[in-house]
């Protein structure tokens, strides 16, 4: 999967952080590192090094437990850097967002995505293709 930071100073839209990719395998790695967040058993998750993820630009997300839900925000600029920092039923329910994502689609389907959080400045979504 590819995370890609989207951010046009001339538009009224929110900057967005893209995680996307067709392969259900890939979705459902993220989906568990994002339960190991919810389960409480982890306190961060380096997004971008699990296997099969890059960052685009050198992006890189940070997944963080915490006790109230900042959302994601922007950490550093070069290379793009991001944390996303939600509670454990955030996190949760996020894993639950996930699923549909973890299952073959044919390979004909249209390109589907999912916001998965807009709490903080920055609006975080998974989608099937680069263009959401």
Not at 60 to 89: E, K, Y
Not at 100 to 121: I, K
Request: hydrophobic share 40%; with cysteine; glycine share 6%.
């Amino acid at each position: 999967m590819q995370l890609e930071y989207f951010d046009d100073p001339e538009s009224t839209a929110r900057p967005v952080l893209l995680i996307y990719g067709k392969n259900p395998t890939d979705a459902a790695t993220l989906q568990r590192a994002i339960e190991v967040l919810a389960g409480g058993d982890a306190s961060d998750v380096q997004i971008d090094a699990l296997p099969s993820f890059e960052g685009v630009d050198g992006c890189s997300l940070t997944a963080q437990l915490a006790n109230t839900n900042l959302g994601m925000t922007r950490v550093a600029d070069i290379p793009p850097a991001f944390r996303c920092a939600l509670n454990t039923t955030a996190w949760s329910q996020i894993a639950g967002l996930l699923e549909p994502f973890t299952e073959n689609r044919p390979p004909d389907a249209p390109d589907v995505h999912q916001y998965l959080t807009s709490n903080g400045p920055i609006d975080w979504i998974v989608a099937t293709s680069r263009h959401w």
